[in-house]
C-alpha cells in the first residue's frame, strides 16, 4: 500500500534561515513525487515534481529512492514561504494523487 | 491558464437535503476530474474519479450511492451529496488534469459544506 509520511505537522523558523520539509514515502514501484502548497486563502498548487527537477521559488527536492524520501529544502526562508505544504506521491500508470498530512510552514520575521 | 472553479465555496444546508457541487475547468479540456474530502487539520482523501462521458471510479469506503458523481462534459463534474447528515460536514476540493503533457493536477478553491 503507498504511504506518505509528512512527520512534522507544524514547522517555524526564522527569515533567512534553512527550512528543511521532510516527507518520505512507500510505494512497491516507481512513484511520482510532488510538492503542493497552500498559501492563507488560497486553493492548493503544484510546488514542484520530482521528474522536473527544478528549483521554485528557491525550494528544491530531490527523490532519494534509498532513504524513499523526497524532502524539500530551502537555504533563506522567507516571510511569504509561510504556507502549508503537502507531499503527494502518484503510483506508476495511476491517475490519482496520494496526499501526506501537511506541514504548516511559519516563517518568522 | 488551467484555472479550476468550484460553486458554491459555502453551503449550509439541513440534515437530510442533498446538495450539488460544481467543479469546472475555465480554460481547458479535462476528461479526467478528482474529488477530495478534507477534514480539519487533516490530509486531503481521495473520494473518487470522475470520467468525462463514464461512471466515476470511487475510492474504498466511499458510498457512491451517497455522493454522486457526474461528469457530463468536459469542463463539468457535479458532486451530490444525497441526503446529507452533520457527519458529511467537510471540506470538498475538486482537481482538473490537464489530458495530455505533464498530466498535472490543478485544484479548485474547495468548498465548505455544513450540515445542521
Known amino acids: 500500500a503507498q504511504r506518505v509520511t509528512q512527520p512534522e505537522k507544524l514547522l517555524s523558523v526564522f527569515k533567512g534561515a534553512p527550512v528543511e520539509l521532510k516527507c518520505n514515502y512507500s510505494?512497491?514501484?516507481?512513484?511520482?513525487l510532488f510538492w503542493y502548497v497552500q498559501y492563507s486563502r488560497q486553493r492548493l498548487q503544484l510546488l514542484l515534481r520530482h521528474i522536473s527537477r527544478e528549483s521554485i521559488k528557491g525550494f528544491t527536492a530531490d527523490l532519494n529512492k534509498g532513504e524513499t524520501s523526497f524532502h524539500l529544502k530551502k537555504p533563506f526562508a522567507q516571510e511569504e514561504d509561510s504556507a502549508m505544504y503537502y507531499c503527494a506521491l502518484r503510483g506508476a500508470g495511476a491517475n490519482n494523487l496520494f496526499f501526506g498530512t501537511g506541514t504548516r510552514l511559519t516563517v518568522i520575521p | 491558464g488551467a484555472v479550476v472553479s468550484q460553486h458554491p465555496s459555502w453551503v449550509i444546508c439541513k440534515s437530510g437535503t442533498s446538495v450539488k457541487i460544481e467543479c469546472r475547468s475555465l480554460?481547458?479540456?479535462?476528461?479526467?476530474m478528482f474529488w477530495y474530502r478534507q477534514f480539519p487539520k487533516q490530509s486531503l482523501m481521495l473520494m473518487a474519479t470522475?470520467?468525462?462521458?463514464?461512471?466515476?471510479?470511487?475510492e474504498q469506503g466511499v458510498e457512491k450511492d451517497k455522493f454522486l458523481i457526474n461528469h457530463a462534459s468536459l469542463t463539468l463534474s457535479t458532486l451530490t451529496v444525497t441526503s446529507a447528515h452533520p457527519e458529511d460536514s467537510s471540506f470538498y476540493i475538486c482537481?482538473?488534469?490537464?489530458?495530455?503533457?505533464?498530466?498535472?493536477?490543478?485544484f479548485g478553491p474547495g468548498t465548505r459544506l455544513l450540515v445542521l
Open positions: 510505494y512497491s514501484g516507481s512513484p511520482e
Open positions: 470522475s470520467n468525462e462521458g463514464s461512471k466515476a471510479t470511487y
Open positions: 480554460d481547458f479540456q479535462a476528461t479526467t
Open positions: 482537481s482538473a488534469r490537464l489530458p495530455s503533457g505533464e498530466k498535472t493536477q490543478y
